[in-house]
């Protein structure tokens, strides 16, 4: 399940991802999103947040994922990843350099770090 983040900037799009991640959770929480900021803005951030609950993600929503990485290529500024899953932290950071914008990998005790670095 994904669920948006209350209280950032409007130019962050903040969302926490928990159980089993599927390309509807993409298309119906993500996506809208991520298009509503951009109506606002050239350029945004994103604050992706993987809960302690979290499982996996589906192959759908990996193809979302990397669509919607793909489609917005320029309109990513920053983006932070709070993560403790080894392979999720791992794979942002081997697959950073694809992106224009700058992407950061924090543990979960250090969220609020993340929190202070996507909105400064």
């Known amino acids: 399940m994904m669920t948006l983040l209350a209280n950032l900037p409007d130019h962050v799009v903040g969302v926490s991802a928990s159980g089993q991640i599927d390309a509807?959770?993409?298309e119906t929480v993500l996506m809208p999103a991520v298009d509503s900021a951009l109506r606002k803005h050239?350029?945004?951030r994103v604050l992706?947040?993987?809960t302690k609950d979290f499982e996996s993600f589906t192959a759908g929503a990996m193809w979302?994922?990397?669509k919607l990485g793909l489609d917005y290529l320029r309109a990513w500024e920053r983006i932070a990843v709070v993560t403790d899953v080894d392979w999720v932290a791992n794979a942002t950071r081997m697959f950073a350099f694809l992106l224009p914008g700058l992407v950061k990998v924090f543990f979960s005790q250090e969220q609020?770090?993340?929190e202070k670095w996507i909105a400064a």
Request: proline share 0%; hydrophobic share 35%.
């Open 64 to 66: 979302d994922d990397a």
């Open 112 to 114: 609020s770090d993340a």
């Open 42 to 44: 050239k350029r945004i």
């Open 24 to 26: 509807k959770d993409y």
């Open 48 to 50: 992706y947040v993987l």
